[in-house]
């Protein structure tokens, strides 16, 4: 009796920790008790995480839950990764302001083929650890007869409290009928899956509880849903995406990754460790803390940052190479580790939303004149993250410049943010 | 040359007066002048009519669309009838302001069966004259893919565009999403049989001119959309329906038809003649100016009305047989030919709803209080056309009462409208 209670408590103690990993960093756990009742049945639960196919590159930003999908591998569940090689077609519209046009499956294939390898960086591949499904194993063989019994269950005023499809609603921007029937297959995933649990982005959370929804219309437990906080792109502004050049490639080299890690603006330093490095939350506290008080120089901490995604990817140590490298290029093209940063000034964009090089000079301040930075720019003075650009003409959009060092001369630099 | 011009000449004139009969009574024509082309192609038009079969019998108001669609098989065009044995599974929720429930395969094979041998009373059913299909023919072998492509030609603005999606919508009335699927297979069903022409109800308009946009996306010379008004049932207020009871089925009895075509409101006579007998828009004229000039008395021109519908579906003289069994009866019941007309007083429906039938007799101001009601009709003095009501307790439903006489002893009388 005396030892079975012994050992009794030691489970619920692992679990416990177990339950703490597992949650750490979530923005949300829908039913909030949900999880721990999952953890208690003592089985190896079905996680599931489904990727879109529609971009070649994994980056920082997915690696985000799939890290979290590698922590319920490690306590000793099954991740269950769905490659949306079909709904990828539809285009999950969560959280785009636009109608995307349609992927071929050309495209998609490469892509997904990509996707496996690249999250094999992160996730373990051992067999009972990861199963990989496409969602065309279900969703395509689907019949209008299926289609009618998924779309009875949802009325359209619920799909549009969605807040992406509220706002375009309100808009009057298009939202096209296909757009609402993407929860509904994302939802019928999980039921071909059985999943226990659904990870993703906070963006996806409407999808998944529509899971949950369709689950239970199928009889069903329903799955819990965790979502993770999304992490804001090099720009600090938008969502890391390889649209806005603001993203960092999990497959980046060490010195790539490095040097856009370093774009970073210093208030997302304590994020970007919290989200994308192997550093626990502690350490993350320690760095916001210290960046608040002075006691710790945000370039510091940028630099450890840096490292310390590095090393995530690419080994113990290919941080601290990849810094060196980087400082060797910086000090060839005399950029300095801390430059003042500039705020893209509305002044620069013209109505196209393109930035006329000169202008840019000129309102950052780097010149006193539109015409002495044309000056400038002939004369292979003018350099972007220490490129020489020379056409006075040249037009670049905003994306472009973001998180780019602009130099004028030797001694004058900003970063544009 | 002479002789062809005169032949040209006898064409075009018979192409105009087939115009004339085929738009005569239309609420619609789009294009305006898309059916005037079409006919000039000089051949045999496929001209659409949809109707699901979700109720088991046909009434007048179905029979103003069949009416037109039987001109039309007249003027050699050949009649596609779509039994919507699949759309049915829906149900079309154009002018609904409720959600319906599914409906068994059974009851609309069952209802197939009877729209099938009704719309015989109506059309031509000769090969050459008329091509019965069900939508389940190409609607069930359609897949997702089939879906996608559909869904993303329409966007979620256009659909709550539609009248009654939007008053819904507005109303916080629950849409189902599957709802928005039912325009665009209607309009599937126009690119499965290549439809020249498509009619419907005013009610259906939204739907036809989907049509058209499918039919156009197929690469198909699209359909035009020719709607017709709709026929108000007999209660002079709602959309002439079972479900209503305010309906004129086509195979009702000679009697049972008269009878309730003497429930018709005084207001709509001429239009039942226009759109419900074989009478010419003329005489339907001629019956509105005799009425408003009094030259007419109201009663006459109903029973005209109401013999002419019932010679149309039952055979000449039909009409005057089931006027003299309907004066019998009421000579019997003591009913008089003209009955003052009385809106249903809204202080005799209760918040369920309902009508607590000594309220109504009081309110109606056929006894002077609710007891005095209730005695009379616990001694058997209050009758509903003609039949005796002893339940002081009975509670009925608004639909039950509007077009029926309601009695108090051998002297007062009132209809309910």
Redesign the interface.
């Known amino acids: 009796m005396v030892a079975g209670s012994g050992t009794d408590s030691i489970r619920a103690m692992k679990r416990a920790a177990d339950l703490d990993r597992l949650t750490a960093g979530a923005e949300l756990i829908e039913p909030a008790d949900g999880l721990e009742s999952k953890l208690a049945k003592g089985r190896a639960l079905r996680v599931k995480h489904g990727i879109d196919p529609t971009r070649p590159d994994l980056h920082l930003g997915h690696a985000v839950t799939l890290r979290k999908l590698r922590q319920f591998q490690d306590a000793g569940h099954l991740a269950v990764l769905i490659i949306g090689d ?1 709904t990828a ?2 285009g999950d519209p969560s959280g785009r302001s636009e109608l995307r046009g ?1 992927m071929s499956t050309d495209e998609i294939e490469a892509n997904a083929t990509t996707y496996l390898e690249q999250a094999g960086k992160v996730l373990r591949t051992d067999d009972g650890a990861l199963e990989v499904r496409r969602n065309s194993e279900w ?10 019994r998924l ?7 619920q ?2 409290e969605r807040d992406d ?1 509220h706002k375009r ?1 309100a808009d ?1 921007k ?5 757009e ?2 993407y929860p ?1 297959l994302q939802g019928q995933d999980s039921v071909a899956v059985i999943a226990d649990v659904e990870l993703g982005g906070t963006d996806q959370t409407f999808n998944l509880l529509m899971g949950r929804e369709l689950q239970k219309a199928a009889g069903q437990d329903p799955q819990i849903v965790l979502t993770m906080p999304l992490l804001e792109g090099t720009d600090g502004v938008r969502k890391m995406s390889k649209s806005y050049d603001n993203y960092v490639g999990i497959t980046d080299e060490p010195k790539e990754m490095f040097g856009r890690l370093m774009r970073v603006p210093d208030g997302l330093i304590a994020k970007y460790v919290r989200l994308g490095s192997a550093l626990g939350r502690d350490v993350a506290d320690q760095i916001d803390r210290g960046i608040a008080d002075g006691s710790l120089k945000a370039v510091e901490a940028k630099r450890r940052m840096a490292r310390e995604v590095v090393d995530l990817y690419h080994g113990m140590g290919a941080g601290r190479q990849a810094e060196a490298e980087f400082d060797r290029v910086h000090k060839e093209h005399q950029l300095p580790d801390e430059v003042e940063e500039l705020a893209l000034p509305p002044l620069a964009i013209n109505e196209q939303g393109r930035v006329w090089l000169p202008r840019l000079v000129a309102t950052a301040g780097l010149a006193p004149s539109n015409a002495e930075a044309r000056r400038q720019i002939e004369q292979g003075g003018v350099r972007l993250d220490g490129e020489a650009l020379t056409d006075p003409a040249l037009e670049l959009a905003p994306e472009e410049l973001r998180g780019k060092v602009l130099q004028v001369g030797r001694r004058r630099f900003v970063r544009i943010v």
């Open positions: 079909y077609r539809i349609p969703l395509a063989p689907m019949g209008m007869d299926d289609v009618l779309t009875a269950g949802v009325t359209v005023a799909m549009l499809f609603y009057h298009p939202i096209s009928l296909v609402f029937l509904l």
